[in-house]
């Protein structure tokens, strides 16, 4: 059942932190550029683990304020790095003292949260009682709220927040959430996101289901041999869309499944992506073919990027262009729904749609309109994917203003 078209939201600011670097300017030089932030992996020399990394620089040594001691985690510290890009914070603060600390919304997504903290402790702790240090502090590090918690301190914001866990789909649900809030009259103004840090939990998951790949990843490509785990934070200030402006980025539509197939394993026709697409289009009053560009989720394994293909060209055919960013950040997990996003913020707003990094020569078997050159032409509409564990998928579409 398709669920009512609620009012689109207005971007009014975003920025985003990857392997690629620090805010807008760097993604969008490296996008163009096809460049990687993917790395053979130096980080944590306690694993050997034979893989890449798509590491952000700089977090570790980030000057952490004092007053937000309770908070310090790779994962907040990521964070907190991402929010003071492309003047995101001011434009944030301006919103709260516009709307009112009651009246803005905080909703982040995170997979792991701040678990790396835990492995620390784990590694420190007693060794008669195996007991954690006492500086150990769960509440505001491990905990998936902790994320939530951050932000909402951080601005002094006291509307409703919450944390979206559904593993990769995480931070793109999140667009969802705060689109039915402001629909329901509960805020007129919501920070969305997500951050997800590197962390041996996931890196030896993943290691476990035999999914990395020794070598940079290469989504859709015929030799394609799995994924790199990578690490970002990506924000996004929506707000009630009547002050849009021609030229201006609105979240058109959300769409969200659950197809609950297998608890790692996308089903094989992709049934559960197409259903969020779908999902989405409607709620954004859009036909497949209105869409310029789709922004794959394209984790580079052989059996999600056959299905999220299938899934894309039964719905929109093999003439619609589409890629991953995969290859240029690595998977960033939590993070990616929200990166995503802010990939297809970057096409509406400069014309074009980015070609993956690291694809060389596409897989026949792949259907869909897979982009190995960078491909100028006016975006209106893009779409936007975001697919997890269990089946839990989320599409968004964004679209520009028309002058």
Known sequence: MTSPRLAPLLVRAATVTSALGAGVAAHLDALHARRSGVRPMSWETVTDLPTC????????????????????????????????????AEALRQAVARFGPSRVGVFMGTSTSGILTSEQAYRRRDPQSGALPADFDYRHTHNSYSLADFVRTCFGISGPASVVSTACSSSAKVFGVAQRMVACGLID???????????LTTLYGFNSLQLLSGEPCRPFDVNRSGINIGEAGAFALVERAEGAQPGDILLAGVGESSDAHHMSAPHPDGLGARMAMQEALAQAGLNAADIDYVVLHGTSTPSNDAAESRAVSDLFGSDTPCSSIKGHTGHTLGAAGALNALVAMLALRHDFAPAGAGTQVVDPALKSHYLTCNLSRPMHHVMSNA????????SLVLSKVGA
């Open 53 to 88: 990394l798509g590491e952000v620089e700089g977090v570790d040594e980030l000057a952490w304020p004092a007053d937000l001691s309770v908070f310090d985690c790779r994962n907040n510290r990521l964070a907190w790095l991402a929010l003071q890009q492309d003047g995101f």
């Open 189 to 199: 103004a919501a920070v969305v996101g997500g951050v997800d840090s590197l962390c």
């Open 387 to 394: 697919f997890g564990f269990g089946g839990s998928n989320c």
